[in-house]
């Protein structure tokens, strides 16, 4: 029975574009070792996935190194590329000893509660919506890290404040695109997660003109982008006066984030 499930649920998987395949099946196996009713968890399951719902919508959490981050529809759920994001900035933060870290536009607090649990540092992470901070507040509890969360728009809640370390994944669909987004993504992620503006790239040059106001000396920046908008973002990096120190492709081999300094 849980057999045939997990093949309908791996057959749908592959056939629509639902979610990554392979992590969307990890998520299934580790939530089904924790269930007492296996059948009825994967019914459910695969009653979610043929509407086209996200996995971690279906069962409430996603897994990120290990962690599991609460997942609802006041945040958006943390992609593939986010998972680049974090391991890139965890690594820079372990080599250079780093000390104070940013987390802006946490939403789900996915980002900064995994860097908290790898590494040894203090972070601030910050959102516009409350809602999401609630959500990222409860999996900083529920994971046992101690983060300083703040609510408001961009760098106004740390003004003041420096930081050796900045890493972001802020909205960035084109405003009148987001109708065009596959269901997955538009009828789950709230709108103020995923609208980055006309060219989609309002916070990215909100981002890149204000962060160096923010930083200790030597501090390094990490910032995810869209597919095809990183000649964009390296261009406004450029001009804000940043190098490109390091681009990170996903598995499509484009280019989805940055280290720049
Ligand atoms: C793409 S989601 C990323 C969430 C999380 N960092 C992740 O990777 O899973 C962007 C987040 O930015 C927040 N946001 C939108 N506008 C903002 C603003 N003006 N200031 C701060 N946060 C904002 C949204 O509420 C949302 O949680």
Redesign the pocket.
């Known amino acids: 029975m849980t057999k045939q499930y997990l093949e309908q649920i791996q057959f749908i998987l592959e056939k629509g574009e639902t979610e990554d395949l392979q992590s969307a099946i990890s998520l299934v196996s580790f939530h089904l070792e924790c269930s007492e009713d296996k059948n009825a968890e994967l019914k459910k399951i695969l009653d979610g996935v043929r509407k086209n719902i996200p996995i971690p919508y279906i069962i409430g959490y996603t897994q990120i190194f290990g962690l599991k981050i609460i997942i609802n529809r006041d945040?958006?759920n943390?992609g593939p590329e986010?998972i680049t994001l974090i391991e890139k900035t965890s690594e820079s933060i372990i080599k250079n000893h780093s000390v104070q870290v940013l987390d802006l536009?946490?939403?789900?607090g996915?980002?900064a509660v995994t860097l908290a649990s790898r590494c040894n540092v203090q972070i601030t992470a910050?959102?516009?919506?409350e809602k999401?901070l609630s959500i990222a507040r409860l999996n900083a509890l529920t994971n046992n890290t101690v983060i300083n969360f703040k609510q408001g728009?961009?760098f106004e809640p740390v003004k003041g404040l420096k930081f050796d370390v900045l890493t972001s994944?802020?909205?960035y669909v084109k405003s009148g695109v987001i109708n065009l987004l596959p269901g997955y993504v538009r009828n789950f992620a709230p709108v103020?997660?995923?609208d980055g503006g006309s060219d989609g790239l309002f916070f990215h040059k909100a981002i890149l003109s204000e962060a160096k106001d923010f930083f200790n000396p030597g501090g390094c920046l990490f910032i995810e982008c869209e597919d095809d908008q990183d000649r964009e973002v390296e261009k406004i990096a450029i001009k804000n006066g940043w190098k490109i120190k390091e681009r990170f492709p996903n598995r499509h081999k484009k280019i989805r984030g940055f280290r720049l300094e």
């Open positions: 945040v958006l943390p986010t536009c946490t939403g789900s996915a980002v910050t959102d516009i919506s999401a728009d961009l994944n802020p909205p103020t997660a995923i």
